[in-house]
């Protein structure tokens, strides 16, 4: 079993909708939760980054992290074709023994249509 | 500031054959990874540096050597390509240890 799950999609919403994401993860050491965004054939970029349990906005960005189910998501408001890559979950400890490491969830393509 | 470059962009190799995959950042960043990025699979660990002359192997390092001479650099060697070895290769660098880290734009390889 994954450490961490997310299920890959498509994921087809049109313009405007709200984009949803989320991943799962079995591991309760993990404290660093991250959104990255891939475009096709680009590395991925950081998205959002959260210590521990709550809520980040940024823009059109929501992330929630909920440690007593094991849950992270992502909201994308008022979506644009621009948004259309696939977004990735990592996460980490933070622990002296998993410095420089993440897990990553398998990522979620998102196509957003006109 | 170029952030993470890798070189090269694509490559083609035959079963057997080595070569290095080169990873540079400008960011005075103590820790470097690898990762492997294959279909349905995410990002998988190879190898990370925690500092020039630390590494240590990650999830999938079978295969792979690392070195980290300097802080700037950290090369990923495949000692004998094997078609399993088939991917896009990803650097990645942070400054933390606990969590942001920054790609470069990957290295895709085929093994014939």
């Known amino acids: 079993q994954k450490e961490v799950e997310q299920d890959p999609g498509p994921l087809s919403v049109p313009e405007g909708a709200i984009v949803s994401l989320n991943c799962t993860y079995s591991n309760s050491a993990f404290q660093y939760f991250m959104w990255y965004r891939q475009y096709s054939r680009k590395g991925p970029e950081l998205l959002m980054y959260?210590?521990?349990?709550g809520n980040k906005e940024d823009g059109r960005f929501t992330a929630q992290v909920d440690k007593s189910s094991k849950y992270i998501s992502l909201f994308i408001r008022d979506s644009q074709p621009s948004d259309s890559a696939t977004y990735l979950c990592?996460?980490?400890?933070?622990?002296?023994?998993?410095?420089?490491?993440?897990?990553f969830g398998a990522g979620t393509q998102v196509v957003v249509t006109p | 500031n170029a952030g993470v470059t890798q070189t090269p962009k694509f490559q083609v190799l035959k079963t057997g054959q080595s070569m290095t995959l080169q990873c540079a950042q400008d960011m005075n960043h103590e820790y470097m990874s690898w990762y492997r990025q294959d279909p349905g699979m995410g990002l998988r660990l190879i190898h990370y540096?925690?500092?020039?002359?630390?590494?240590d192997q990650g999830e999938v390092p079978n295969g792979y050597n690392v070195s980290r001479s300097t802080t700037e650099d950290f090369p990923l060697r495949l000692l004998s390509a094997a078609p399993s070895q088939t991917s896009v290769y990803f650097c990645a660098s942070s400054y933390s240890g606990k969590g942001t880290q920054y790609f470069g734009p990957g290295t895709r390889l085929l093994v014939l």
């Open positions: 959260t210590y521990s349990s």
């Open positions: 540096s925690v500092g020039a002359g630390i590494t």
């Open positions: 990592a996460m980490s400890a933070g622990t002296t023994d998993s410095w420089g490491k993440l897990q």
